[in-house]
């Protein structure tokens, strides 16, 4: 006998992470599955000592193989068939199949909401992530502890996630990173990679500028309310230089 080698493929498809991935065997040329000339197949895992046996079957060409969230796998297959002594004759192994089953790390950004606040924000970019752990340290280097939790299993892909970080010490730089994490229905977590570490000094936000105008010689500002802020001060650009022009609580200038 001269089997063919076969193809493997992902019946589940592509994207996103399968926990369970229903591996599909594909024999092309003389010798076909369902012919009596090949008897059976088998997937294998390729581990770091060799090939594992993880799904054979005899009757259909598909294997249901339970696939390991957090990480990236290779996998391969062969065909068989019984010679007139009643041994197995392999066929060579297939391609390899690579399944990700890597959650995807958020990139996120941080501005601040408040002066003694910080707002995180990110886009969830994957249906197989419950959530988001989130962990501050005080400097790139220092100790980052765990601070919350930010759900995603009820949010569609592609909405924007925040986080406040709220009574921070003003004018002090505070360093995050998010990771996030699958919550299979067995209770088990999964956790996938950290995100690039990001940081921001505590300040207080600057004021919006909602409208401009010239009456009669005189000119208006006005702007939006800063939570927090106690007043603003107004400055003219004069000679190539900003000048103070005057300490207000109100939220509109006129001069």
């Known amino acids: 006998l001269n089997l063919e080698a076969p193809t493997l493929v992902n019946g589940m498809g592509s994207a996103g992470v399968q926990q369970h991935s229903f591996l599909t065997i594909r024999s092309e040329g003389v010798y076909a599955l369902g012919t009596e000339q090949i ?32 990480k990236k796998e290779v996998y391969v297959a062969r065909v068989y068939a019984y010679n007139s002594d009643n041994e197995k004759i392999y066929s060579a192994y297939s391609e390899q ?21 910080l707002k995180l924000s990110w886009t969830h970019n994957d249906w197989m992530v419950t959530g988001y752990k989130i962990y501050r340290a005080t400097s790139k280097s220092g100790k980052y502890s765990y601070i919350a939790t930010v759900k995603a299993s009820d949010v569609e892909l592609g909405e924007t996630l925040t986080y406040n970080d709220t009574k921070k010490t003003f004018n002090k730089t505070y360093y995050y990173k998010i990771r996030p994490y699958h919550k299979s229905e067995d209770g088990t977590t999964y956790n996938g ?15 919006i500028v909602t409208g401009t105008y010239t009456s009669f010689l005189k000119n208006k500002i006005t702007w939006k309310k800063v939570t927090g802020a106690s007043g603003y001060e107004i400055y003219k650009l004069v000679n190539g230089k900003y000048v103070l022009q005057k300490t207000t609580t109100s939220l509109s200038y006129t001069e």
Request: aromatic share 12%; charged share 20%; hydrophobic share 30%.
């Open 97 to 117: 199949l690579i399944i990700d089953n890597t959650l995807n790390v958020p990139t996120f950004k941080i501005s601040n909401s408040y002066y003694t606040s």
């Open 39 to 70: 008897d059976g197949y088998e997937v294998y895992l390729k581990t770091t000592k060799g090939y594992k046996l993880v799904g054979s079957n005899e009757t259909f060409e598909e294997i249901e193989v339970i696939t390991n969230l957090g």
């Open 193 to 207: 990679s950290y995100s690039a570490i990001k940081s921001k000094k505590v300040v207080t936000p600057s004021p």
